[in-house]
Structure formats: C-alpha cells, structure tokens
C-alpha cells in the first residue's frame, strides 16, 4: 500500500531528538526521503541509524537554525541530494530559561527568540522559493499550547510560540494560491528529553504537567508526529494557516 507521503522529500529540523526524531520516522515510514536537520550530531545521526534500520531513506545534514546561512546551505544541500524539497517540518526549538517576566535575562530572551522564532522564519525564507519553483509544497512549524495561550515563568518562549503561530497564518495567506500550505503544530507536554529536562529541574512540575491535562497523561511524540505528516500529506489539500492542537484537551478548559 502507498504511504501517505510517497515519494515525497521531507526536510525535518531538530530532528535528533523528541518530537522531531518521532515525526521524522513517521515520514521515512509513509514513504518519504528525509532529511534530519540539528544542531547536535551525534542526535541527528542516531535518527537516521533508526530510519535506515526500519528500512527508510535519511540523511543528516547539520545545521543551526538561527544562523542564517546555515539554514539557506541545509535547503540549498537538500535540493543537492534529492532535486527537490516537497514537506518541510520547521521543529527545531529550546525550552529556555524560566523566571516571570521582568526576571527573564536578555540573553534568555535573545536565545529563545532567535531559535525558536527567528529559526522558523529563516526556515520559511529559504524553503518557499524552493517551493515555488517546484508549484508547490506543504510546510509545518512548531508553534505550542503556549503559542495560544499564556505560561507563568515562561515569557520568551510563550512570545515566541505565538510568534510562530502569526508567522505561520501569514506565509499561509501569502502563499495559498502558488500552491505552498504552511500550517502549526501546538504540541500539549509531550513526553520528550525537553520535557524531561524540566522535570528534573522541578520535580513537583511532572506531577503539574499530567495535572494540566485532561486526558490524564502526557502526550507521546508520535503523537504529535501523526498529525504533522498528515498536514504535509495531500490528505490535507485544503488545509492551511490552521495552527493545529494536538494536545490531550489542554486548552480546551
Ligand atoms: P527536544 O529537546 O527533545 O528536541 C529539540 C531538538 O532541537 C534537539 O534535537 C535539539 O538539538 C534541536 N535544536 C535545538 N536548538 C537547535 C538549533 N539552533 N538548530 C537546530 N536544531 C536545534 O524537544 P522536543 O520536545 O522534541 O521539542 C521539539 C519542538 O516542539 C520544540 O520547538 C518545542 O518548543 C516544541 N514543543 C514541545 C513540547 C513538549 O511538551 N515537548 C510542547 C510544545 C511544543
């Protein structure tokens, strides 16, 4: 049976780890050539060790998603290797640092943004024109929960997430007649090494987390992976702008 995105070349960043190592799998499995983007290598390559296992086609190109040019090289080495670029899943992202608003360092507010937010911009800089030349394609961010609504102790990364979601409705409109969609994904708290690292920082905050949720668990990455190949898949032709909850009921309170 053809997967669902068959043939299809997916770019993912923040690809060695969480969310983006689960979704990353998920494409290679519907058929998809992946490309695995990250900043850590060793995490990068170990997805594509797992893809290649399952008897996927990866690669792994290192790239930091702030940098400019390491953004524009990642695309420029993905149409290298596979002529194209047809799903791009812009996950990359920190958690930072938490302290209430006025206690938010610069540097902590500086770092979040340019990763998180600047990251998905430069992302959509490089990938549309590929796009276009193609006559189409289906992009996916990561905004968050906290791209919709407000987290205490989180400021920079809550204005990033709702940088993301804004982002994401403007390319959409901007690029919805040339055949390009670009939609969010707005996780819940996902089970993965972002979540763990906060959870041993705060013990009490594992037991707040599962609390938070209706559901009464903590979502899993594939999970979240699920619904990102089936906005990049051609199941989801009409589907664009639309930041996605995918999170156990969270905001539905
Ligand atoms: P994670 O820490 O497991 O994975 C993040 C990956 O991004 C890591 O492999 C890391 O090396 C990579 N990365 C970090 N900075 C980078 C950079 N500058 N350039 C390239 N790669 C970089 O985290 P995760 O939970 O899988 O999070 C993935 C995305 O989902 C993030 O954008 C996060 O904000 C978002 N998110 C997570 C949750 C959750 O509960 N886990 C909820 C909502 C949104």
Known sequence: MAGRVDGKVALVTGGGSGIGRATALVFAREGAKVVVADIVVAGGEETVRLIKAAGGEAVFIKADVSKAAEVEALVKKTVETHGRLDCAFNNAGIEGEVAQTPNCTEENWDRTIAINLKGVWLCLKYEIPQMLK?????????????????FQGTPAYVASKH??????????????????RVNAVCPGVIHTPMVER?????PQMAEAAIAMEPVGRLGKPE???????????DAASFVTGLPMVVDGGLVAR
């Not at 940088?163 to 390009?180: D, F, P, Q, R, S």
């Not at 906060?198 to 705060?202: L, R």
């Not at 992976?225 to 898949?233: G, I, K, N, P, Y």
């Open 198 to 202: 906060a959870f041993s920082a705060s």
């Open 223 to 233: 999970e979240i992976a699920e619904a990102v190949v089936w906005l990049c898949s």
């Open 134 to 150: 193609q006559g189409g394609g289906a992009i996916v961010n990561t905004a968050s929960v906290a791209g919709l609504v407000g």
């Open 163 to 180: 940088g993301v979601a804004g982002l994401t409705k403007t390319a959409a409109l901007e690029y919805a007649k040339a055949g390009i």
